[in-house]
């Protein structure tokens, strides 16, 4: 006969085993695949902003949207920059047509009045000289003074000079003005089309665009609100930004290195996106600022980071969590 106790015992025993061997299977089951590890997904985002303040005039795209290089993202209002912008040009406008004069000397009516003066003084010189002959002679027959051929002598001496001056100021009108004047007023010119450059480039600077295709993350002002200078109104998050941050131990560090694959698997995907390792930390870090294992918390761990290609980044969204093997 089977005493009752024994039965007791001999079910507890079994019991025992099964619940000792379904523990084993667990931990076996649970234990971390060495290869893998927890991470998370991070972006790198890009600030777009303006350098001069000024009110929001418009809003060119929204939250969500995908923006391609040289997408006009937003526009402020630009009064005061239009108008130095115009008088930029204006300015260098008068300073060219300054320069063009003086490059090109007396216009032809004053050359003309010049030459006209000329004529005269040449007939001037002709008479004098003619009559400062006739003075010799007569000097030399003894009918006049010593005074008289200095009159004569002086006359014709006068007519010569005027003759020459005025030669000399037609000469002079058909040149224009003196060379280091010209070189001022090219100078002038320099500044002024350096002036314009940067007026321009004040009233570009109202209307950004984007500098890389990438997501349109945030937009942090509506339009018809005053924007500081300096303070970011679009939010983008380019493909090439997105990378994956994880926090390996330092027993497993040197296995891994720079340029190597891994592959990173996402929730609800249905494959895993391959990336490659762009960065190891040359420092430990004993509490990672984001870490999803809890077997980690002591160790002493190294961060590492892994880039895609946009392609693939694009389908990766920042703050997921991911796990990562390495090797392909």
């Given at each position: 006969m089977i005493s009752v106790s024994g039965i007791f015992h001999r079910s507890t025993a079994g019991v025992l085993?099964?619940?000792l061997a379904g523990l084993f299977i667990f931990t076996a089951c649970s234990r971390p695949d060495p290869d893998r590890t927890q991470g998370y997904i991070e972006g790198e985002f890009?600030?777009?902003?303006?350098p001069f303040g000024g009110t929001l005039k418009t809003l060119h795209v929204r939250q969500g949207q995908q923006a391609r290089a040289g997408d006009i993202l937003f526009t402020l209002e630009s009064v005061s920059e239009k108008a130095a912008r115009d008088e930029a040009q204006w300015r260098l406008k008068q300073a060219r047509e300054n320069l063009k004069d003086a490059q090109k000397g007396k216009r032809s009516s004053e050359i003309e009045a010049f030459e006209a003066q000329l004529k005269q003084a040449e007939a001037a010189l002709s008479l004098s000289e003619k009559e400062l002959g006739r003075q010799e002679g007569l000097f030399l027959s003894g009918l006049i003074a010593a005074q008289d051929i200095d009159r004569a002598r002086s006359a014709y001496d006068q007519d010569r000079q005027r003759v020459a001056q005025l030669k000399a100021d037609i000469k002079t009108a058909h040149l224009g003005l003196r060379s280091d004047q010209i070189a001022a007023a090219k100078a002038n010119v320099q500044a002024l089309e350096a002036a314009l450059a940067g007026a321009e480039w004040d009233l570009l600077q109202k209307r950004q665009a984007a500098p890389q295709s990438?997501?349109?993350?945030?937009?942090?002002?509506?339009?018809?609100?005053?924007?500081?200078a300096g303070r970011p109104v679009v939010t983008l998050l380019p493909a090439g930004n997105i990378k994956v941050r994880a926090f390996v131990p330092q027993t497993r560090l040197s296995a891994i290195h720079t340029g190597d694959k891994v592959r990173v698997f996402v929730d609800g995907s249905q494959g895993p996106s391959i990336g490659t390792i762009?960065?190891?930390?040359?420092?430990?870090?004993?509490?990672?600022?984001?870490?999803?294992?809890?077997?980690?918390?002591?160790?002493?761990?190294?961060?590492?980071?892994?880039?895609f290609a946009p392609e693939t980044a694009v389908n990766l969204h920042p703050g997921q969590p991911v796990d990562i093997q390495f090797g392909e």
């Amino acid at each position: 006969m089977i005493s009752v106790s024994g039965i007791f015992h001999r079910s507890t025993a079994g019991v025992l085993v099964v619940v000792l061997a379904g523990l084993f299977i667990f931990t076996a089951c649970s234990r971390p695949d060495p290869d893998r590890t927890q991470g998370y997904i991070e972006g790198e985002f890009v600030y777009v902003s303006s350098p001069f303040g000024g009110t929001l005039k418009t809003l060119h795209v929204r939250q969500g949207q995908q923006a391609r290089a040289g997408d006009i993202l937003f526009t402020l209002e630009s009064v005061s920059e239009k108008a130095a912008r115009d008088e930029a040009q204006w300015r260098l406008k008068q300073a060219r047509e300054n320069l063009k004069d003086a490059q090109k000397g007396k216009r032809s009516s004053e050359i003309e009045a010049f030459e006209a003066q000329l004529k005269q003084a040449e007939a001037a010189l002709s008479l004098s000289e003619k009559e400062l002959g006739r003075q010799e002679g007569l000097f030399l027959s003894g009918l006049i003074a010593a005074q008289d051929i200095d009159r004569a002598r002086s006359a014709y001496d006068q007519d010569r000079q005027r003759v020459a001056q005025l030669k000399a100021d037609i000469k002079t009108a058909h040149l224009g003005l003196r060379s280091d004047q010209i070189a001022a007023a090219k100078a002038n010119v320099q500044a002024l089309e350096a002036a314009l450059a940067g007026a321009e480039w004040d009233l570009l600077q109202k209307r950004q665009a984007a500098p890389q295709s990438g997501l349109v993350f945030d937009t942090l002002f509506r339009e018809g609100e005053f924007v500081p200078a300096g303070r970011p109104v679009v939010t983008l998050l380019p493909a090439g930004n997105i990378k994956v941050r994880a926090f390996v131990p330092q027993t497993r560090l040197s296995a891994i290195h720079t340029g190597d694959k891994v592959r990173v698997f996402v929730d609800g995907s249905q494959g895993p996106s391959i990336g490659t390792i762009s960065f190891i930390s040359p420092r430990a870090e004993y509490t990672p600022p984001v870490i999803y294992s809890k077997e980690g918390r002591s160790k002493l761990v190294f961060m590492i980071e892994a880039v895609f290609a946009p392609e693939t980044a694009v389908n990766l969204h920042p703050g997921q969590p991911v796990d990562i093997q390495f090797g392909e």
